[in-house]
């Protein structure tokens, strides 16, 4: 287990995690990204799911700390087992940061913008971020505000790696972290979702995330329209399907379980049949689904890589 590198004495500090597997030229951008911010993390930690000694290289390259996972532990895993090691060395009042290593920072100043924030609000609040969304606990599905609700501090339920979330280590001691059987998918919408079952608010400013739709073009956009991408790999939608309706049956309502089971898997298998011009496409989206209602979680199908193959339609846990 890696330790944290030596930082200052100011407090409170910004410990940010990026998860990677097999991309180091988009691992080395976003790693030059952050420390290009305005306002830097004091400690930076690379979790690698490949275990790849050139990763590792590139990570103290940046004076990043590495953690090699000793399997594919899936960004859900990478995630938690890093929380793990760091809670017991931070601050009550530290802050930690979630980067997706194919995705920089949009501007120089976006750590500072959000902790700027972050050092702002009340004690209740355990995160903030760049955009969010909103769960339905009714039909157990996840919902993108439009533009004309984004005022002040928007309340939302999710914050997607991708939005660069930065969680209070005290509100993560007390609900603990992500949850690693989860895997890929979701795992920033229930942990969102455990934070509030512990009385914490998840919150995003609004200019923010105006800017953030704005830069990449997304402002005006209706809920289909913004819906973002479908995935045609089979184990992308495996997981998809599986923990969303899990997630519905553990944090929805009576019929939470049924609607996300007919919108998120019903529906993705017959358009996986639909674009794949064959039945046995809808087995990933039929068998989350099975796994989903039998509460069996973990890493049931294993990823080669992260693959990249998209087809226009749906978007996961970050949405904007």
Same mark, same amino acid.
């Given at each position: 287990m890696s330790t944290l590198p030596t930082v200052g004495t100011a407090a409170p500090r910004v410990h940010a995690i990026v998860v990677t597997f097999r991309r180091n030229a988009a691992l080395a951008e976003t790693l030059a990204a952050i420390g290009g911010q305005t306002r830097p993390p004091d400690t930076l930690t690379v979790a690698d799911n490949a275990a790849d000694p050139a990763t590792a290289s590139l990570a103290r390259r940046f004076g990043a700390a590495y953690q090699a996972m000793s399997e594919n532990l899936g960004p859900a895993g990478a995630l938690a087992h890093v929380m793990t090691s760091l809670l017991p060395q931070v601050d009550e009042d530290d802050w930690l940061l979630i980067?997706?290593?194919?995705?920089?920072?949009?501007?120089?100043?976006?750590?500072?913008?959000?902790?700027?924030?972050?050092?702002?609000?009340?004690?209740?609040?355990?995160? =903030?971020?760049? /955009?969010?969304? !909103?769960?339905?606990? @009714?039909?157990? *599905?996840? +919902?993108?505000?439009?533009?004309?609700?984004?005022?002040?501090?928007?309340?939302?339920?999710?914050?997607?790696?991708?939005?660069?979330?930065?969680?209070?280590?005290?509100?993560?001691?007390?609900?603990?972290?992500?949850?690693?059987?989860?895997?890929?998918?979701?795992?920033?919408?229930?942990?969102?979702?455990?934070?509030?079952?512990?009385?914490?608010?998840? =919150?995003?400013? /609004?200019?923010? !995330?105006?800017?953030? @739709?704005?830069? *990449?073009? +997304?402002?005006?956009?209706?809920a289909r329209q913004a819906a973002g991408v479908r995935t045609t790999s089979a184990w992308r939608r495996y997981y998809s399907v599986r923990n969303l309706i899990w997630i519905s049956r553990t944090h929805g309502g009576p019929i939470a379980p049924l609607v996300a089971t007919i919108r998120s898997g019903l529906f993705s298998a017959a358009a996986d049949v639909w674009r794949g011009r064959s039945v046995r496409a809808a087995y990933p989206a039929v068998r989350g689904m099975m796994d989903a209602w039998r509460g069996r979680l973990g890493a049931v199908v294993v990823p080669e890589g992260y693959g990249e193959n998209v087809l226009p339609e749906v978007g996961t846990a970050g949405v904007d």
């Open positions: 980067v997706d290593d194919d995705n920089p920072p949009q501007t120089s100043t976006t750590v500072e913008d959000i902790l700027e924030t972050a050092l702002s609000v009340d004690p209740t609040v355990a995160a =903030v971020g760049c /955009a969010g969304g !909103w769960f339905s606990r @009714r039909s157990g *599905l996840l +919902r993108r505000p439009p533009d004309d609700a984004l005022v002040g501090l928007v309340d939302v339920d999710a914050i997607g790696g991708g939005q660069f979330p930065i969680y209070r280590a005290s509100a993560v001691r007390r609900s603990g972290p992500v949850r690693a059987d989860l895997f890929f998918g979701f795992e920033e919408l229930e942990f969102g979702l455990r934070l509030q079952n512990h009385g914490y608010r998840l =919150v995003v400013p /609004a200019d923010v !995330w105006l800017q953030s @739709r704005h830069v *990449l073009g +997304r402002t005006g956009m209706n």
